[in-house]
């Protein structure tokens, strides 16, 4: 497998530091709203990266934070007139409800700021002992000009970060760009104690306490999106390295922007969408299957023509896969016959060629196409006449790459309500006495309440709405 990592700029063959492990970090949400698509997009691009290296048989340990202190919160928690904790765990919530939608498996760790102190205050008086690291009256600043190697990763000089940076506004900094890992406690302010005085984290710093406590001094992969690259990312690699005096990640991946409709994602230009908003009118999944259909590293457009046309393209993949169910139920010959072989052939081919998209970082655009072209060669060679081991085939492999995805994975429900049996069983009376209209009246009926009829020679098949 090749990733490409920001921190080279080149595709370079996936090696983790353990043959069987994989020590994943990925930048989570800061808890003080409901996340929004920009949020979503590397929430299910590097929950896809996960599955596929557990499918390709690696153990993932996968980290993944929660940012619940900062100015933002304390802001948003005194506007509702809760304190910042209350605050917190309600958007963490809020976010595992709509991870869960989303078919975003919960990390092998989610640790919270405010429960890691410790490790955060040890890792700035490593910082402070080895003099990358100052005290002004209770702010800790990081010196960035002592650590040789800064802007390794957004591949920019020092001096050009400088000019081209905005920069906090901060009188007791030695330097523009020394950033704080410690802030002095303000009245009315969370706060905790510390060597400096009371007082709570930098944002920056968390990231790199916690991937050291939970997952070592170097990590095989970090990730997120990439506004991230810089300062957030950057200034990670600086105190960890300045403190540990070993590489911090092996490989970065950072994901494209998204614009709205070709504009770029602004609350100001009324064009800001949380996940949530989104739901009111797509399926999570349409939203994952959207996300999945552009290469992770490409910028990608949010409109709703995209999203009904990713809709659109999920429904064809349930179509099928519904269709391969029905026909199991229904198939008399057991095993593959010799005129199938070759359809057989092309499934095995097609699986490669999944494989093949998902090993060249992580190219899910392909990869889709790939399941697009099983679903093909299923709709076009598998029929009623078909048998029990060729539909199993083309079903298990649909299931099973589906799986890799987040896709695709939904069961369809089985029991009928009384009223649509009824329903049912109503028109079929009116086809047999040859009431067309009548029959024709019901099945809009059934289409109304999301149920589309379709008449085969083994019967009715009922297809339910994925919405």
């Known amino acids: 497998m090749k990733i490409y990592n920001t921190l080279t700029r080149k595709k370079e063959d996936f090696k983790p530091l353990d043959e069987k492990e994989v020590k994943m970090y990925s930048c989570g949400p800061t808890v003080y709203n409901y996340f929004h698509i920009g949020n979503a997009r590397p929430f299910i691009i590097f929950d896809t990266l996960r599955r596929y290296l557990e499918y390709k048989g690696y153990k993932v340990k996968f980290v993944q934070n929660f940012t619940d202190i900062d100015d933002k919160m304390i802001k948003r928690a005194s506007e509702e007139g809760v304190e910042v904790y209350e605050l917190a765990q309600k958007y963490i919530d809020e976010y ?24 955060i205050i040890d890792i700035i008086k490593k910082l402070e002992e080895k003099g990358f690291a100052y005290n002004v009256d209770g ?4 010196s960035t000009r002592k650590f040789k190697e800064y802007g390794k990763l957004s591949h920019q000089s020092i001096e050009d970060l400088e000019v081209g ?4 506004v901060d009188s007791k900094k030695r330097d523009a760009l020394d950033f704080v890992l410690w802030k002095k406690h ?25 991937a050291n406590k939970y997952l070592g001094e170097t990590i095989d992969i970090h990730s997120g999106g990439q506004d991230l690259i810089f300062p957030h990312h950057e200034n990670e690699i600086a105190q960890s390295e300045a403190a540990h005096g070993k590489p911090f990640a092996r490989y970065w991946m950072h994901n494209g922007f998204i614009n709205v409709d070709n504009e770029k994602m602004s609350k100001s230009k009324g064009n800001f969408f949380t996940v949530r908003d989104i739901v009111e009118e797509f399926d999570y999944e349409v939203i994952r299957f959207f996300m999945l259909s552009a290469h992770y590293r490409s910028p990608i457009n949010f409109s709703r023509k995209l999203l009904e046309q990713a809709e659109s393209g999920l429904d064809r993949i349930y179509t099928c896969i519904e269709n391969l169910e029905y026909l199991m139920e229904n198939a008399d010959k057991s095993e593959i016959t010799d005129e199938e072989k070759e359809v057989a052939k092309k499934l095995d081919g097609l699986k490669g060629k999944f494989i093949e998209a998902m ?3 992580l190219n899910t ?11 093909k060669e299923s709709n ?4 009623a006449g078909s048998s029990k081991g060729i539909i199993e085939k083309a079903l298990s492999l649909l299931r099973e790459l589906g799986e890799v995805l987040g896709i695709g994975l939904k069961k369809k429900e089985k029991k009928l309500d009384k009223e649509i049996q009824e329903l049912i069983e109503r028109r079929q009376q009116a ?37």
């Open 380 to 383: 076009t060679n598998i029929n």
């Open 431 to 467: 086809r047999k006495e040859k009431n067309w209209k009548k029959a024709d009246e019901i099945r809009d009926k059934l289409k109304e309440m999301g149920i589309t009829l379709q008449d085969t020679h083994q019967g009715v098949k009922v297809i339910y709405d994925k919405r």
């Open 96 to 119: 595992f409800k709509d991870a869960k939608g989303l078919g975003i498996r919960e990390a092998t760790i989610h640790p919270k700021a405010t429960e890691n102190i410790d490790a």
């Open 139 to 142: 702010d800790v600043y990081f």
């Open 365 to 375: 655009a392909d990869a889709i196409a790939a399941i697009f072209d099983i679903v």
């Open 186 to 210: 303000k009245p009315g302010e969370p706060c905790w104690e510390s060597p400096w005085g009371k007082g709570r984290p930098g944002w920056h710093i968390e990231c790199s306490a916690m």
């Open 359 to 361: 090993d060249d970082d």
């Open 165 to 168: 940076s905005r920069v906090e």
